[in-house]
């Protein structure tokens, strides 16, 4: 089955204990992208990435890691954590960078740090 | 300023009946994609449908259909028909041609509320 799987699903942490959420596609895709949701704020781009060693800031960049050292996966590292990265992560896919390509979303992470 | 603009917090719907949602954008890119996906409340996030700048029909996908008045800068989704099973959370993204670096963006999202 096509899909993008993300782990953990929930996670509560600790400020300052680093941490990673691993995301992994199984469709090929060239094009992935880790997302924040909040509410009343709406999804908003952490980074991205157009194919392996190719990444770049979203709009909310501070505070996050990623690599993409295969095509098929790419983590979201949090080196230390804090109470304001408390929320809804998602990591996507698209099958490549033009305009017309949809992401497919994983599942999402809960992520509460105290 | 904000690349997607959802205006509408919240949204009832009587059952069977249609209902707009609107979605405005602001880009100064020629070639450029808008998406609409749903997000029920098991928070998946579902893709809807997709317009392209340069398309010259209005997008639709069954029962959702896309209008798009570009001098305007809209894209809003219509949905006939509505179905308990529409009650959702629904978000308009865009994505910029190549030249701007390959970034999506999302409105805030609107809820949608179908009422029996």
């Known amino acids: 089955e096509a899909q993008v799987t993300q782990n953990p699903r929930y996670l509560i942490t600790v400020t300052g204990k680093k941490l990673t959420v691993t995301c992994s596609q199984n469709m090929n895709h060239e094009y992935m992208s880790w997302y924040r949701q909040d509410p009343g704020l709406g999804l908003r781009q952490i980074y991205y990435?157009?194919?392996?060693?190719?990444?770049d800031k979203g709009d909310v960049p501070e505070g996050y890691k990623v690599s993409r050292k295969e095509k098929r996966n790419f983590p979201l590292i949090l080196e230390s954590p804090s109470p304001n990265q408390t929320s809804l992560y998602f990591c996507?896919?698209?099958?490549?960078?033009?305009?017309?390509?949809?992401?497919?979303f994983g599942p999402g992470t809960r992520l509460t740090v105290t | 300023a904000q690349k997607i603009t959802q205006t509408q917090p919240g949204m009832f719907v009587q059952e069977k009946e249609a209902v707009t949602l609107d979605c405005t954008y602001d880009t100064s890119d020629p070639s450029y994609g808008l998406f609409w996906y749903k997000q029920p409340s098991s928070g998946e996030m579902i893709f809807l449908i997709y317009?392209?700048?340069?398309?010259?029909q209005n997008a639709t996908e069954g029962r959702y259909s896309l209008n798009f008045q570009k001098a305007r800068k809209s894209a809003n989704l219509v949905i006939s028909a509505s179905q308990l099973g529409d009650s959702a959370m629904y978000f308009c993204a865009m994505r910029e041609g190549s030249n701007t670096g390959n970034q999506f963006y999302f409105g805030t999202g609107t809820s949608l509320t179908v009422i029996p």
């Open positions: 990435s157009m194919n392996v060693e190719v990444t």
């Open positions: 996507a896919s698209s099958v490549g960078t033009g305009i017309g390509y949809e992401q497919y």
């Open positions: 317009q392209g700048s340069y398309d010259q």
